[in-house]
């Protein structure tokens, strides 16, 4: 972020960390991960091209970039949590945060930090009951030649952010979304409840239903199970 703010760095440019003492995730979350075992890694992304008001197109683009690089490995059983961490089964393996950089309200850049479970296997007791590529796989990989596998997804997807339909990516995103048809247990304002989980619209609403059909933005409700 500082690098982008200096103005030195280009689109793309990717920065990969073998260490990192402050990691964060969603609503001041924080992200662990133990040296050198897990890819955690950072890339510029340039927005001048795109609006401000689609900013959760580019979340998309990055969740299915991250599920396409981990589900190579972890199979089908990988799926996207709205509205952007990488599942396996019900544990968490991978999350996301997205910066944005604004310029006299025009959208100059995006930081997208990615953290993904590679080859740690203990784990503090952190939410989401974290997995790892090699708890899955029984296998240890190296991180680094990961990351730039996940940077030619990242391309890949980038390039359908460009050149395809908005909705085509949506869909893409809906088809992978974790308990999509299910129903799950909520909570909003210390109240609990169950709804069946549709889908996510364009404006990265949550589509729930318990009797009527509600869009919830994110934050709004709590995910229980």
């Not at 069946?196 to 364009?202: F, I, L, P, R, T």
């Amino acid at each position: 972020m500082n690098e982008a703010r200096l103005g030195r760095t280009s689109d793309g440019a990717a920065y990969f960390a073998l260490d990192q003492y402050q990691g964060k995730g969603q609503r001041a979350k924080t992200w662990s991960s133990k040296p050198g075992e897990n890819i955690i890694l950072s890339v510029v992304k340039d927005c001048s091209g795109l609006q401000l008001k689609d900013q959760f197109q580019l979340s998309v683009a990055v969740a299915l970039a991250c599920f396409d690089f981990f589900s190579a490995y972890a199979g089908d059983e990988t799926k996207i949590k709205w509205p952007n961490d990488i599942y396996w089964r019900d544990r968490k393996a991978g999350g996301i945060l997205i910066e944005n950089m604004v310029k006299s309200a025009r959208w100059d850049k995006a930081i997208i930090g990615m953290g993904i479970n590679i080859n740690q296997t203990a784990f503090d007791a952190l939410e989401g009951k974290p997995v790892s590529l090699k708890q899955i796989t029984g296998k240890a990989f190296d991180p680094i030649s990961l990351a730039k596998e996940l940077c030619r997804h990242l391309e890949q997807r980038f390039s359908m952010l460009k050149n395809e339909p908005s909705d085509k990516l949506l869909s893409a995103y809906n088809e992978h979304l974790y308990k999509i048809d299910e129903v799950v247990h909520f909570k909003r304002n210390n109240i609990m409840f169950q709804a069946k989980v549709k889908g996510v619209d364009k404006n990265g609403q949550l589509l729930i239903m318990h009797g009527v059909e509600e869009r919830i933005p994110f934050g709004e409700i709590t995910w229980l199970a």
